[in-house]
Each structure stands twice: as C-alpha cells, then as structure tokens.
T-cell receptor, first 110, second 115 residues
C-alpha cells in the first residue's frame, strides 16, 4: 500500500515563529487532507488539498501531486497551534481508506 | 449543524468483554468510516460503510464488526477484547461513498481502555 512520511516528527517553536511541515507519499493520490489533532484527540480538518495551494488565515498548504509531496505552512505560531499535525492520503481507484502519516508533534512555547 | 457525534466518549472494559461504539454522521452524509488510533500513531482504517453496505475493510481481525442503519448512523462492535484493543476509536463521515472524491470529517472519538 501507499506509504506516507511526515517530517519533522517533533518541532518546538517560540511563539510568533513560522514553520513548514512536510508530507511525502509514495504513489499518486486522489485525496490529501491535513488535520490538527488537539490534546483531547479530536481531528480538526485544516485542508482538503489533493493538488494546488490553499490558504486559511495563518495556515496555508501546497500539494505538488506530480512530485508526491505536500507542505503545511504555519505563520506567526500561537500556543493554541500546539498538537499533532497529520497528513492523510487516499490513492487508487476504488480505495476507501485514508492512510495517515505518523504525524508531526508541534509544541509552541510562549 | 452538528458535526460527527460519537458515544460513549470514554469507557473501560476488561479482557474478553465486548464493546459497542456508536456514531452519527453529519446530516446529509451517507458514508461512515471507522479508524483506530493507538497512542503515538496515526489512525488506522477499520471499515467504511455506505448505504448500509460494507464498502471497505482494513487489516483487522474478525472480532471487529460494524453496521450502518437506515438513518446512516453506525455501530462498531469489538468482541473478545484484548489489551491491545485499547485505543481511540474515531468515526468519520463523508458526503460520498467513494472517499477519494470527498472530504472526511471526524468525530471526537471514543477512548477505550481494556484492563
């Protein structure tokens, strides 16, 4: 099956700093989503971005499907951005399952 | 509109027992999927249902089963619980049954502890 690798696994930032999280995948994808998992476990949708670039406030994402990677940018980080960020992909005709990476654990310190 | 709702939020069981977890999708969504997330890992796909039929199954033993009801809500059942079944169980709904054409939205999860 498809492999999803996220980097870095851990990231510590000072409040106000910017960061880039990366997601590499091993095959072509039909769906790519970025999630933020809060400390209580809920997965919050950030972007649905199988290709192209999207922005939402301080967050933006870019997926280059032909090169099999996606980037999540966080600008002017805040302590509330802390948590685990997951990239998840769906590939192959008839495939119904999202395959998740292992996540990037972000800690934003005041 | 309400998001994906799951119940119970927390539960504790002992080895060998059975558990039923419940999920109500977003209004208008007909597809429900279940995922298991153990500590420190990303969620793993268990099942996907659409129009009361199983449309996808992950690599989980037959102790895991699920069903979808006419109102599109779903239940996940796990029999003969093992310690390794301790995890966060997440339900997701989407508008279309072919998840590769739609965005998935997750509930807050049911945290199962097996003692």
């Amino acid at each position: 099956g498809i492999q999803v690798e996220q980097s870095p696994p851990d990231l510590i930032l000072q409040e106000g700093a910017n960061s880039t999280l990366r997601c590499n995948f091993s095959d072509s994808v039909n769906n790519l989503q970025w999630f933020h998992q809060n400390p209580w476990g809920q997965l919050i949708n950030l972007f649905y971005i199988p290709s192209g670039t999207k922005q939402n406030g301080r967050l933006s994402a870019t997926t280059v499907a032909t090169e099999r990677y996606s980037l999540l940018y966080i600008s002017s980080s805040q302590t509330t951005d802390s948590g685990v960020y997951f990239c998840a992909v769906l590939s192959g005709a008839g495939s119904y399952q999202l395959t998740f990476g292992k996540g990037t654990k972000l800690s934003v310190i005041p | 509109d309400a998001g994906v709702t799951q119940s119970p939020t927390h539960l504790i069981k002992t080895r060998g027992q059975q558990v039923t977890l419940r999920c109500s999708p977003i209004s208008g969504h007909k597809s429900v999927s279940w995922y298991q997330q153990v500590l420190g890992q990303g969620p793993q796909f268990i099942f996907q249902y659409y129009e009361k039929e199983e449309r996808g199954r992950g690599n989980f033993p037959d102790r895991f089963s699920a069903r979808q009801f006419p109102n599109y809500s779903s239940e996940l059942n796990v029999n003969a619980l093992l310690l390794g079944d301790s995890a966060l169980y997440l339900c997701a709904s989407s508008l279309l049954h072919r998840a590769n054409t739609g965005e998935l939205f997750f509930g807050e999860g049911s945290r199962l502890t097996v003692l």
